[in-house]
């Protein structure tokens, strides 16, 4: 498949999108033996491409997990203090993959990991284009939190987003809550409810972007499409 050749070199971590535009304007890149020029695209699996007359080197194949990350797991690849990782539950996908953000230690769901940088970095942007739905379990709920936990609050000497939330269940001060975020602040929801003055029992990632958790059981990964991925993109 063709692809522009500023997004071969950012996928291979040669340079930004537009460090590789400067580069194609100094004729430093060259693909069957001629110059290239801004605007060229190739096929990494045809054409030999080269940057200051080094051959990129094949990337692995593509790769993006879905993973149903149970309590108990920290979003590492190791952890200094022993504990286990979600790299556990993954090692026997083929891949070295890393994950996409994160989910405490005590928090579950939809975690998604990937060997693509380029993907990573497009979900993990602070701009907080990516939605991500969370079912929140609080206890001590009254009249009126959905109302305060939607409310934006600073982290690190930032404002918020304001969350979007709605009750699905409460019966005696236990409640259920479903919360959607567009950006990933340092244990965001927790902060949230502790400011409401309601307390998380349970806390699961269940949508990011358009890819829902669906019926994947507790501590194991599917691999993603390749649709799936590029509807990750858009």
């Known amino acids: 498949m063709e692809e522009r050749l500023q997004k071969i070199l950012s996928r291979h971590g040669?340079?930004?999108?537009?460090?590789?535009?400067?580069?194609?304007?100094?004729?430093?890149?060259?693909?069957?033996?001629?110059?290239?020029?801004?605007?060229?695209?190739?096929?990494?699996?045809?054409?030999?491409i080269e940057v200051d007359g080094v051959?990129?080197?094949?990337?692995?194949?593509?790769?993006?997990?879905?993973?149903?990350?149970?309590?108990?797991?920290?979003?590492?690849l190791q952890d200094e203090k022993g504990r286990r990782s979600v790299a556990e539950l993954v090692q026997d996908c083929g891949q070295r993959v890393y994950p996409v953000g994160r989910l405490d230690l005590n928090s579950e769901g939809l975690l998604l990991l990937t060997n693509d940088g380029q993907l990573a970095n497009r979900l993990m942007h602070p701009g907080g284009s990516v939605r991500?739905?969370?079912?929140?379990?609080?206890?001590?709920?009254?009249?009126?939190?959905?109302?305060?936990?939607?409310?934006?609050i600073e982290i690190d000497g930032r404002p918020t987003i304001p969350a979007k939330v709605r009750l699905l269940h409460e019966k005696d001060r236990i409640a259920?809550?479903?919360?959607?975020?567009?950006?990933?602040?340092?244990?965001?929801i927790r902060r949230l409810?502790?400011?409401?003055?309601?307390?998380?029992?349970r806390l699961k990632r269940v949508q990011e972007g358009n890819l829902s958790l669906g019926n994947l059981p507790v501590g194991k990964w599917r691999q993603l499409s390749e649709e799936e991925i590029q509807r990750l993109e858009v």
């Open 193 to 201: 409810c502790a400011c409401a003055g309601v307390t998380v029992t």
């Open 132 to 152: 991500k739905i969370y079912h929140v379990w609080v206890s001590g709920y009254y009249p009126g939190a959905a109302e305060k936990l939607s409310a934006s």
């Open 55 to 76: 051959r990129l080197k094949s990337l692995p194949p593509r790769m993006c997990l879905m993973l149903n990350k149970p309590r108990g797991y920290v979003t590492t």
């Open 14 to 48: 040669i340079a930004s999108r537009r460090k590789a535009e400067q580069m194609l304007a100094e004729g430093r890149v060259r693909i069957n033996g001629n110059t290239a020029a801004l605007g060229d695209s190739a096929d990494e699996g045809k054409d030999v």
């Open 176 to 188: 259920m809550l479903e919360i959607e975020l567009r950006e990933g602040r340092n244990r965001q």
